[in-house]
């Protein structure tokens, strides 16, 4: 598993790479917080659960970063490792991830601030497989 940066010019475009799909959206969560901070700086003290939905699997990537995001400026954290159990469909028009969050309250000093990430995008977003990978990726504005 791992995650990667697409070139972009206003903001910047991340893919998550995993085995699962479920993995991949982990990965891509990774992206996004690498962007903003020093992850590996960030301990897994605490765990915030995450719940989302939407009518695709490919705009539920954006509101799986989106409430991750939010739970941030919510819960006052930095995440730096993800774990979604299943991605699954709920009805004809829905699917769900239930998920976990690990991180620990805010510390500027220690975390190393970098960009600002306000949200994830509809922008460029696309799920492939390529040799039996998952690629999730989509734009976040910076």
């Not at 982990?26 to 939407?54: D, L, P």
């Not at 939010?70 to 774990?83: A, G, V």
């Amino acid at each position: 598993m791992s995650f990667e940066y697409k070139e972009h010019e206003a903001d910047v475009g991340i893919i998550g790479i995993g085995d699962t799909l479920e993995k991949a959206f982990e990965e891509g969560a990774k992206a996004m917080f690498a962007i903003m901070i020093n992850i590996k700086k960030v301990e897994c003290k605490k765990e915030i659960s995450i719940k989302c939905q939407s009518m695709e699997k490919t705009t539920l990537f954006v509101e799986w970063l989106n409430e991750l995001l939010s739970r941030k400026d919510i819960d006052n954290m930095f995440f730096s490792k993800f774990k979604i159990n299943k991605i699954e469909k709920i009805d004809d028009d829905n699917f769900k991830l239930n998920g976990i969050a690990f991180g620990e309250e805010i510390n500027i000093k220690k975390h190393e601030p970098k960009l600002e990430v306000k949200g994830a995008t509809y922008s460029g977003l696309k799920i492939d497989i390529k040799n039996n990978k998952y690629y999730v990726q989509c734009i976040v504005d910076v």
